[in-house]
T-cell receptor, first 113, second 111 residues
Framework: DVKVTQSSRYLVKRTGEKVFLECVQD?????MFWYRQDPGLGLRLIYF???????EKGDIPEGYSVSREKKERFSLILESASTNQTSMYLC????????????FGEGSRLTVL | RKEVEQDPGPFNVPEGATVAFNCTYS??????FFWYRQDCRKEPKLLMS???SGNEDGRFTAQLNRASQYISLLIRDSKLSDSATYLC????????????FGGGTRLMVKP
């Protein structure tokens, strides 16, 4: 079974703090994604990566950056957290190319005070 | 108008009932259609893909209507374990960056 592991299930941070969300997948998938999920808005794509050291902006990249130094690991960084970044963050992976099914981690619920 | 729209519900149905959800999409170039299931406080998981001719997986039937730009999910003989949020996902291809998620429809199956 594909396993996508997110390092923190719950985090509470203060405005202006730097936040790192880590994601690791164990199935050698090329594609990795970061989404945020907010009530009524569905999942929105923040950033994605199709290869090591490669990153592309999704629909809502403002205020976020990412890092993919190794194939299995994709990190989401909030350089200076703000209250409107309080959300559920979901990491996902899929096979390369037209990968099809997305496999999600359990999510990281971030609260910014 | 949202790209992918779903009735948020909740749909409250008794065990054994048949329930159907619709999802409308605005991009006529869409080629890929999926239903994901998300249990409370859990991650989404693929329930089924939706094919042009419609497809069935046990108690679940998915249909696509390209002319009216909607997909549907029918659940027969509802079980308590079907209680979840069902996410409609539409894309111009299968690539993850080209998929758009609906807000989800919540289903609650009662004894």
């Amino acid at each position: 079974d594909v396993k996508v592991t997110q390092s923190s299930r719950y985090l509470v941070k203060r405005t202006g703090e730097k936040v790192f969300l880590e994601c690791v997948q164990d199935m050698d998938h090329e594609n990795m994604f970061w989404y945020r999920q907010d009530p009524g808005l569905g999942l929105r794509l923040i950033y994605f990566s199709y290869d090591v050291k490669m990153k592309e902006k999704g629909d809502i990249p403002e205020g976020y950056s990412v890092s993919r130094e190794k194939k299995e690991r994709f990190s989401l960084i909030l350089e200076s957290a703000s209250t409107n970044q309080t959300s559920m963050y979901l990491c996902a992976s899929s096979l390369g190319g037209n990968g099809g099914e997305l496999f999600f981690g359990e999510g990281s619920r971030l609260t910014v005070l | 108008r949202k790209e992918v729209e779903q009735d948020p519900g909740p749909f409250n149905v008794p065990e054994g009932a048949t329930v159907a959800f619709n999802c409308t999409y605005s991009n006529s170039a869409s080629q890929s259609f999926f239903w994901y299931r998300q249990d409370c406080r859990k991650e989404p998981k693929l329930l089924m893909s939706v094919y042009s001719s419609g497809n069935e997986d046990g108690r679940f039937t998915a249909q696509l209507n390209r002319a009216s730009q909607y997909i549907s999910l029918l659940i027969r003989d509802s079980k308590l374990s079907d209680s979840a949020t069902y996410l409609c996902v539409v894309g111009v291809n299968n690539a993850g960056n080209m998929l758009t998620f609906g807000g989800g429809t919540r289903l609650m199956v009662k004894p």
